[in-house]
């Protein structure tokens, strides 16, 4: 049984940064593959990007390659999402989750068997 709790959310101008960080609390967390998630208003849920902490490898959508960056900090037990060049398209409630086994080969949410509450991301001049 793993908890998940999202930080690091707020209000950006387009063209800014921002770092959400997620910590993550249980057991064999090598375990697990790490994911961010994202869900507009009226939009499905997103995956953006995993993190296979196990395996050390990474994965992205499409859509954020280039601009966003997952990584795993394993004194903290917290996976981050920093994310470059803010743009109005971002703007969503961001998600951590945590799957079994520790490959990110999947990016669909019904997958991942748990989930942090979300905090919110919005970029508006």
């Known amino acids: 049984q793993l908890q998940l709790v999202e930080s690091g959310g707020g209000l950006v101008q387009p063209g800014g940064s921002l770092r959400l960080s997620c910590a993550v609390s249980?057991?064999?967390?090598?375990?697990?593959?790490m994911a961010w998630f994202r869900q507009a208003p009226g939009k499905e849920r997103q995956g953006v990007s995993c993190?296979?902490?196990?395996?050390?490898?990474?994965k992205y959508a499409d859509s954020v390659k280039g601009r966003f960056t997952i990584s795993w900090d394993n004194a903290k037990s917290a996976v981050s999402l920093q994310i470059d060049n803010l743009n109005s398209e971002d703007t969503a409630v961001y998600y951590c989750?945590?799957?079994?086994?520790?490959?990110?080969?999947?990016?669909?949410?019904?997958?991942?068997?748990?989930w942090g509450q979300g905090t919110q991301v919005s970029v508006s001049s």
């Open positions: 993190i296979s902490i196990s395996k050390d490898y990474t």
């Open positions: 989750a945590a799957r079994l086994p520790s490959w990110c080969d999947e990016f669909r949410p019904r997958f991942y068997d748990y």
């Open positions: 249980g057991d064999d967390l090598d375990d697990y593959a």
